[in-house]
């Protein structure tokens, strides 16, 4: 909520106050072409300006509170840096903190130009992950230093930070000589972290996942502040290797900020500086200023402690300065801001610095915000005018909350207005106070009032404000935070796209003939080495398979997300090898407590290549399902065919338990039989013991959709090129095609697709039944002709998603009604027949030849089978072989 | 910050498939040699033999791959005069483009350059980029990501390149002070400048050395088993661009402090690099001198790796050589010679 709709209202009424009447704005000039993206600002000892940018650069400013901005000469220091958003001078020496360096910057020969990079701390964790900003750069009185760390984002589900190395979404500490602590934790993207005047190590967080507006917080060493992800490096979670959900609140306490700023106001907040107590930056003295870079403007901040919880009030301060991320106040009282924008949008100037001024000119504020245990005692930089009276109706006031969730932030909550409101004045008109008979404790609240008038004939400057009020002052203390746990709304899209269900209603049609069985078990109560197995279809089992055979996809795969189901009996064993080359044991580890590579979750050992044994024991015990996930990374070969890269497991847990992560697979396991590849079958090992698995989905991973060299063949917004046959109907919009009516079919205009690949983003409805037809016609009357690709997840029809029509079925049910799937669909005359192959999710899942060669080109076309089916599709395209 | 949504949407913008234009070929224009030009007869008797007459690449001399056609006017290192000039004075190490800093003046050299454009099309100003690096007269440092040395390979969040003057630059893994890779040509391209940053550096140069690792082994193993080399700072200083960096055992304790500083390294046998290393406290070794050569088909790399005598007591200096692809003689006599002449000028 912007005063300028106040401010409007005002008009026809009241004198208007102007933030430019107090405060001036220049800017400083930086060399034409130089792109000033400040990260870091400090002053030397002789007075000159040091910043630091997002470029790498160091400039240091001579001059810089002449009065004309073009006598402020800029002068490069340092350049190469790997960006640099803290910048602090500390007896005279510059520190800057890059993105994976704490860093001092020398003139060792004394040429006016930084010669020596001093490494003081290189030792947090980088994954490499484009959002894992280090940001600073405070120092307590021992010396130490602050960092905070950015979590990363990545894709698909970028919704989610997650720390993805050690202490991302922490602050750190670096001591003088350099050694890296954990301090604090729960951070997202800590932009903002700054020390007040007194030495208190503050933070803005910036609104996302887990923060439902940008919260100021007073940091607690060895606290959890709010966002899970970070929880990762604690004792507790490392002990356990416990993995943080990304979706459920994990139950434990957290440090209430001091504020929860409102989102009209502040969406990205930074760094903040304590206001001259001298008097030189107006009547604000001991506040603070904070920086805010998409609305562009400068916010103060006035906090006191309540029963030993800071919290307070923040106001607008001084609005269209520009992308402000950093703000530190000169010796005189000027307020200089840092600003940059880039990638993250922003009022501008984009870049550069901005100088704020006091011109001495009292502007009519309210200066100071107490709590009291029914109101506020406000108390106001003037008296106000002898005319003005107290009206209850000038008072708008109204209490919320927040929900504390994955989803990226969140709107205010359970906003109710405050009742009962009654105002007074002090004897000397400088003070008022506002009682309402409702004020709680867990909310925020935020109070507007309008027609004040100074005894000058002033308008209130800024006429809100928003106080957390964590605690009250007297009462029960309130165990509510303001950021309230709630049931977690569902997740973003449905958990099964992009996977394989490779045994789902047929367990053997995707692998090769064996005999491994498939039953229900139990345990059999006379014998725990073994399984009883019962008619059904919990599972695929080998017991009593000899001789000993492995369990072998007929579908092969690069990189991958694997999820295995395993059950054992007492001394059972398998593994789940991928490739048939690289091996991860599934195992009943007995009566042996230390992990080994006997032990489940050992990664097995080549002639030379050592294995890894898991990090913690993870066998639940005999007869109880286990569920493995892991990710396999395929080794890499160049063109001449030699191996670049290794293979490697990363991140496999059993259980939701981290058991190795970031395994190099420099060899195939020991007896492996073939040369290393890049895509293979998934094998289950038969010959280690017995063992039972089900539920195997895979999901090949870094499947690329390249534009290039493919044809769309639907417009986002119509269907011009096909034409509609029969009783369905096809709408088209937006990018999205969806079927509907009766029987019918979408054919293109062109009959002559010959030789193409075809591809699209499919979804088909539960209960509905589609299909891709190729080289195909549909007449006005008889059936229709072509080759058939079906799509099919719960419709009653035997043959499902990835069936080729009259010659290869897919019983399998392969992908769920309901859910977005990656088709191709190729369709190639060769000399043996016509082959027509199908990709799911980038796997190949079928195909199959006609030897008849029985059509030869013709339409593409959709199919409408009945009414109450809906096919969805998205990006159709093809391109000629 | 800004919702990573704008980004995706970003990205999905950047998807368009591009258009592009239909193309004719140019038309072939007759070759004007410019006979009258004073560099012509410079150019005949220190270029022609694997330029071409014309400049068109088809020399006399039997090389592995075609010599540089100038009358197609793209260049290695970029069309510009100062280009050339660096490649005809340095060489490209790696390739039998041999440096001519010693055989020809400086003056020369610019007639050279200035002659070799004109075998070419009328050039185009082509814009720099604003996010290009490029190093002027002294040595740049710039940290950033690097990306995969070999395709396929890893990236390495935390690395740093050295840009010298003579368009070497050195490719270092920080975490443990790993000289990964030795470039030529221009320097890098901070893709990190562009949207919300984070990407990794381009290199520029193209790759004329890969070290494959252990291959410092020879300096650092006679320190026992070490932890690792830990990152002290990175200096431009006397004109050179140095590392220095701690030596660490596996406790964490102390060992000695290296300071590394690679240069580039001309001779008459071709163009190459240097890495001096002092280690203190470290035992003077200036006795020592291991040469070697690798031949690969027509190439082969040179390497020198020695002790030199210390400035101080307790202080271990050693130098390593390389150039890593010199034309290699079909005959002993001239194999020997080679390396001769390579040995003497290595050890001046």
């Known amino acids: 909520m912007f005063p300028f709709a106040a401010l409007l209202l005002a008009t026809f009424q009241q004198p208007v106050a102007n933030e430019a009447d107090y405060y001036t704005v220049d800017y400083l000039q930086p060399p034409p072409g130089a792109l000033v993206e400040v990260g870091g600002m400090d002053f030397l000892p002789d007075g000159r300006l040091a910043l630091s940018t997002r470029r790498g650069q160091v400039w240091i400013v001579d001059n810089p509170l002449a009065a004309d901005p073009k006598d402020a000469h800029?002068?490069?220091?340092?350049?190469?840096?790997?960006?640099?958003?803290?910048?602090?001078?500390?007896?005279?020496?510059?520190?800057?903190?890059?993105?994976?360096?704490?860093?001092?910057?020398?003139?060792?020969?004394?040429?006016?130009?930084?010669?020596?990079?001093?490494?003081?701390?290189?030792?947090?964790?980088?994954?490499?992950?484009?959002?894992?900003?280090?940001?600073?750069?405070?120092?307590?009185?021992?010396?130490?230093?602050?960092?905070?760390?950015?979590?990363?984002?990545?894709?698909?589900?970028?919704?989610?930070?997650?720390?993805?190395?050690?202490?991302?979404?922490?602050?750190?500490?670096?001591?003088?000589?350099?050694?890296?602590?954990?301090?604090?934790?729960?951070?997202?993207?800590?932009?903002?972290?700054?020390?007040?005047?007194?030495?208190?190590?503050?933070?803005?967080?910036?609104?996302?996942d887990w923060e439902p507006v940008c919260p100021l917080y007073y940091v607690k060493p060895d606290a959890f502040h709010g966002a899970p992800a970070s929880l990762e490096w604690t004792p507790q979670y490392q002990e356990t290797k416990a993995v943080p959900s990304l979706t459920?609140?994990?139950?434990?306490?957290?440090?209430?900020?001091?504020?929860?700023?409102?989102?009209?106001?502040?969406?990205?907040?930074?760094?903040?500086?304590?206001?001259?107590?001298?008097?030189?930056?107006?009547?604000?003295?001991?506040?603070?200023?904070?920086?805010?870079?998409?609305?562009?403007?400068?916010?103060?901040?006035?906090?006191?402690?309540?029963?030993?919880?800071?919290?307070g009030a923040c106001m607008l301060l001084r609005q269209r300065i520009g992308s402000a991320i950093r703000v530190h106040f000169a010796s005189d009282g000027t307020l200089f801001t840092g600003l940059t924008n880039r990638?993250?949008?922003?009022?501008?100037?984009?870049?550069?610095?901005?100088?704020?001024?006091?011109?001495?000119?009292?502007?009519?504020?309210?200066?100071?915000?107490?709590?009291v245990q029914d109101g506020f005692e406000l108390a106001l930089s003037e008296p106000l005018a002898p005319s003005w009276k107290p009206d209850p109706a000038d008072v708008i006031a109204t209490q919320y909350h927040y929900d504390w969730w994955w989803e990226y932030g969140s709107p205010e909550r359970g906003t109710r207005m405050l009742t009962g409101t009654t105002l007074e004045t002090s004897a000397d008109r400088k003070q008022l106070v506002v009682h309402f008979s409702d004020l709680a404790a867990g909310e925020v609240a935020k109070v507007k009032l309008s027609g004040l008038v100074s005894a000058s004939g002033q308008a209130l400057l800024h006429d809100e404000f928003a106080y957390t009020v964590n605690q009250l002052p007297e009462g029960p203390l309130c165990d509510t935070p303001v950021a309230r746990v709630v049931p977690p709304p569902p997740a973003r899209e449905n958990g099964s796209e992009g996977w394989l269900r490779v045994c789902y209603g047929n367990a053997f049609e995707m692998w090769k003939p064996s005999h491994w069985k498939l039953a229900d078990f139990e345990l059999d109560p006379a014998d725990p080495t073994k399984f009883e197995l019962k008619d059904g279809s919990g599972a695929l089992a080998n017991q009593g398979v000899t001789p000993a055979e492995d369990y072998v996809s007929n579908f092969v795969f690069g990189d991958a997300k694997i999820h295995v189901e395993c059950a054992l009996p007492k001394g059972g064993a398998t593994a789940v090898s991928v490739f048939g080359l690289y091996d991860i044991r599934l195992a009943d580890p007995g009566d042996e407590q230390k992990l080994s590579l006997s032990s489940m979750g050992a990664v097995l050992p080549g002639e030379h290549f050592a294995g890894s044994p898991p990090l913690l024991p993870a066998f639940k015990g005999p007869g109880t399902w286990h569920d493995l996930d892991f990710f396999f990374r395929a080794p890499r070969f160049d063109a001449s065919g030699k191996k670049t890269a290794n293979a490697r497991f990363e991140r496999v847990m059993v259980d939701d338990v981290l058991l190795q992560n970031q395994i190099e697979l420099t060899e195939p396991v020991k007896g492996a039989r073939g040369p290393e590849v890049a895509q293979g079958p998934l094998v289950i090992r038969g010959g280690l013991g017995t063992c039972a698995v089900g539920g195997i989905m895979v999901r090949p991973l870094d499947v690329e959709w390249i534009a290039q060299g493919w044809t769309p063949l639907l417009a986002p917004d119509e269907i011009e090129g096909w034409k509609e046959v029969g009783g369905g109907t096809w709408h088209n919009e937006d990018k999205l095609l969806t079927s509907g009516g009766k029987a019918g079919f979408l054919e293109t205009e062109r009959d002559d697709y010959e030789n193409f690949e075809l591809r699209a983003r499919c979804k088909i409805n539960d209960g509905g039944l589609s299909g891709v037809w190729l080289r195909a016609d549909a007449p006005e009357t008889g059936a229709p002709a072509g080759y058939c690709v079906k799509l099919?997840?719960?419709h009653p029809d035997a043959e499902k998603t990835g069936s080729i029509l009259g010659f290869a079925p897919r019983t399998v049910h392969l992908v769920p009604q309901d859910t977005w799937f990656d088709l191709v669909v190729r369709c190639e005359t060769t000399p043996e027949g016509n082959r027509i192959s199908v990709r799911i999710n980038g796997s190949e899942v079928n195909s199959a030849l006609d030897t008849a060669k029985k059509f030869t080109k013709g339409r593409v076309m959709l199919e409408q089978h009945h009414e109450g089916s809906v096919l969805e599709v998205k990006d159709l395209a093809i391109h000629a072989l | 910050m800004l919702?990573?949504?704008?980004?995706?949407?970003?990205?999905?913008?950047?998807?368009?498939?591009?258009?592009?234009?239909?193309?004719?070929?140019?038309?072939?224009?007759?070759?004007?040699?410019?006979?009258?030009?004073?560099?012509?007869?410079?150019?005949?008797?220190?270029?022609?033999?694997?330029?071409?007459?014309?400049?068109?690449?088809?020399?006399?001399?039997?090389?592995d791959r075609q010599a540089r056609s100038f009358q197609d006017g793209g260049f290695s290192y970029g069309n510009t005069p100062e280009a050339l000039v660096r490649?005809?004075?340095?060489?490209?190490?790696?390739?039998?483009?041999?440096?001519f800093e010693k055989a020809l003046a400086l003056e020369q050299r610019k007639q050279l350059a200035e002659y070799v454009l004109l075998l070419g099309p009328v050039q185009e100003k082509t814009d720099a980029k604003d996010s290009v690096m490029v190093v002027k007269d002294r040595p740049l440092?710039?940290?950033?990501?690097?990306?995969?040395?070999?395709?396929?390979g890893p990236e390495f969040p935390r690395g740093l390149l050295i840009g010298t003057p003579e368009g070497l630059s050195f490719e270092y893994r920080t975490d443990d002070v790993r000289l990964l890779a030795v470039r030529n040509g221009e320097f890098a391209d901070r893709a990190d400048w562009r949207g919300r940053g984070g990407d990794a550096l381009v290199p520029l140069g193209k790759t004329v050395h890969v070290r494959e690792s252990g291959?410092?082994?020879?300096?650092?193993?006679?320190?026992?088993?070490?932890?690792?080399?830990?990152?002290?700072?990175?200096?431009?200083?006397?004109?050179?661009?140095?590392?220095?960096?701690?030596?660490?055992?596996?406790?964490?304790?102390?060992?000695?402090?290296?300071?590394?500083?690679?240069?580039?390294?001309?001779?008459?046998?071709?163009?190459?690099?240097?890495?001096?290393?002092?280690?203190?406290?470290?035992?003077?070794?200036?006795?020592?001198?291991l040469a070697s050569h690798e031949v690969h088909g027509a190439l082969a790399e040179l390497k020198l790796r020695r002790g030199l005598a210390s400035p101080r007591a307790n202080v271990l200096v050693l130098e390593e050589i390389t150039l890593p692809g010199v034309l290699w003689p079909a005959d002993a006599a001239g194999q020997k010679k080679l390396m001769d002449s390579f040995l003497a000028e290595a050890k001046r």
């Open chain 1, 74 to 208: 800029f002068q490069l220091f340092a350049e190469g840096l790997q960006e640099g958003l803290g910048l602090n001078v500390v007896d005279g020496e510059i520190y800057v903190v890059q993105r994976s360096e704490l860093s001092r910057l020398r003139d060792t020969d004394h040429d006016g130009v930084c010669d020596t990079i001093e490494t003081v701390c290189n030792s947090w964790g980088v994954s490499g992950n484009y959002h894992e900003f280090a940001y600073g750069l405070p120092n307590d009185a021992e010396g130490n230093f602050y960092v905070s760390l950015n979590l990363g984002f990545t894709d698909p589900k970028w919704w989610h930070g997650r720390s993805l190395a050690p202490y991302r979404g922490w602050i750190v500490q670096i001591s003088k000589s350099g050694k890296l602590s954990p301090y604090a934790y729960g951070f997202r993207s800590p932009c903002g972290l700054g020390m007040d005047d007194t030495g208190h190590l503050l933070l803005t967080d910036n609104q996302g």
């Open chain 1, 248 to 311: 459920n609140p994990p139950d434990m306490p957290r440090v209430a900020p001091a504020l929860w700023m409102p989102y009209g106001w502040t969406r990205s907040t930074g760094d903040m500086c304590t206001i001259p107590r001298d008097g030189k930056f107006g009547p604000f003295g001991g506040q603070l200023a904070l920086a805010e870079m998409t609305n562009g403007l400068v916010l103060r901040a006035d906090l006191e402690d309540v029963r030993g919880q800071m919290q």
């Open chain 1, 343 to 371: 990638g993250w949008g922003g009022l501008g100037p984009s870049a550069g610095v901005a100088r704020v001024r006091w011109n001495g000119k009292t502007p009519f504020e309210i200066e100071h915000v107490h709590l």
């Open chain 1, 792 to 794: 099919n997840a719960s």
């Open chain 2, 3 to 63: 919702s990573p949504i704008l980004l995706c949407a970003l990205v999905c913008l950047a998807q368009q498939p591009a258009q592009t234009p239909a193309q004719t070929p140019p038309e072939p224009k007759p070759v004007d040699v410019h006979a009258e030009h004073p560099a012509r007869p410079l150019f005949l008797a220190n270029c022609a033999q694997c330029h071409g007459e014309t400049g068109d690449g088809q020399g006399t001399t039997k090389l």
């Open chain 2, 87 to 99: 490649t005809i004075t340095y060489g490209i190490p790696g390739s039998p483009m041999p440096s």
């Open chain 2, 141 to 152: 440092v710039v940290r950033g990501k690097l990306p995969p040395v070999v395709e396929g």
């Open chain 2, 215 to 289: 291959s410092d082994d020879w300096i650092f193993a006679r320190f026992g088993a070490l932890s690792r080399r830990q990152m002290r700072a990175s200096e431009v200083l006397g004109g050179a661009g140095r590392l220095r960096y701690e030596l660490l055992d596996p406790s964490g304790k102390h060992v000695a402090n290296v300071l590394e500083t690679p240069t580039a390294f001309t001779c008459s046998a071709g163009a190459g690099y240097a890495r001096r290393f002092e280690i203190d406290p470290g035992v003077p070794d200036p006795q020592s001198a």
